[in-house]
């Protein structure tokens, strides 16, 4: 198993421009999630979910859209880029509550 | 409101010296609780969880944490700690049934040798 993935590992963009940050598991987790890590302020949660076709707000959801058309899948997509989405995103996906998230090896993102 | 709290933002001990990485949270739910470690550019790695039953839990690297449901504490613990443990630490809270975690700000572990 691969586990979880993400693509890209590095992305620069300027401001405005949008792109989509990718992430697929291979473990057949209905749950997954995407969060940003920021010095100092640990990992906020952007965008859950509970399953293919249902998705929810996190923490810090603004900027940001998802969907969750296959179990597998959930991209993260930013829809017109800020400098202050400059972050290190990660994915997670996990097969119940309490048991557990796996992590993915992050997309690190700089807006300029 | 929910939070996490690890009052520690850095601690330096020494290779073969016993660790204790605090955390404290604040949930209204019967909470469960998780400890990650993150190397350097890399992604963050499960090193235990308390979801219920005991409350002193094991996980790998020879890690352990105590739930302490009186003090709101889910503190991690190592007798000896190894060079390679030096890492940033997280906890985590959740609660319910949608997996959604809120993590702590982190402990970075220095270990001189």
């Known amino acids: 198993n691969a586990g979880v993935t993400q693509t890209p590992k590095f992305q620069v963009l300027k401001t405005g421009q949008s792109m989509t940050l990718q992430c697929a598991q291979d473990?057949?987790?209905?749950?997954m999630s995407w969060y940003r890590q920021d010095p100092g302020m640990g990992l906020r949660l952007i965008h859950y979910?509970?399953?293919?076709?249902?998705?929810d707000q996190g923490e810090v959801p603004n900027g940001y859209n998802v969907s969750r058309s296959t179990t597998e899948d959930f991209p993260l997509r930013l829809l017109s880029a800020a400098p202050s989405q400059t972050s290190v995103y990660f994915c997670?996906?996990?097969?119940?509550?309490?048991?557990?998230?796996?992590f993915g090896p992050g997309t690190r993102l700089t807006v300029t | 409101a929910q939070s996490v709290t690890q009052p520690d933002i850095h601690i330096t001990v020494s290779e073969g010296a016993s660790l204790e990485l605090r955390c404290n949270y604040s949930y209204g739910a019967t909470p469960y609780l998780f400890w990650y470690v993150q190397s350097p550019g890399q992604g963050l790695q499960l090193l235990l969880k308390y979801f219920s039953g005991d409350t002193l839990v094991q996980g790998i690297k020879g890690f352990e944490a105590e739930f302490k449901r009186s003090q709101s504490s889910f503190n991690l613990r190592k007798p000896s700690v190894h060079w390679s443990d030096a890492a940033e630490y997280f906890c985590a809270v959740g609660a319910g049934n949608t997996d959604k975690l809120i993590f702590g700000t982190g402990t970075r572990l220095q270990v001189f040798p």
């Open positions: 997670a996906s996990s097969y119940a509550p309490g048991q557990g998230q796996y």
């Open positions: 979910s509970v399953g293919a076709g249902i998705t």
């Open positions: 473990m057949n987790h209905e749950y």
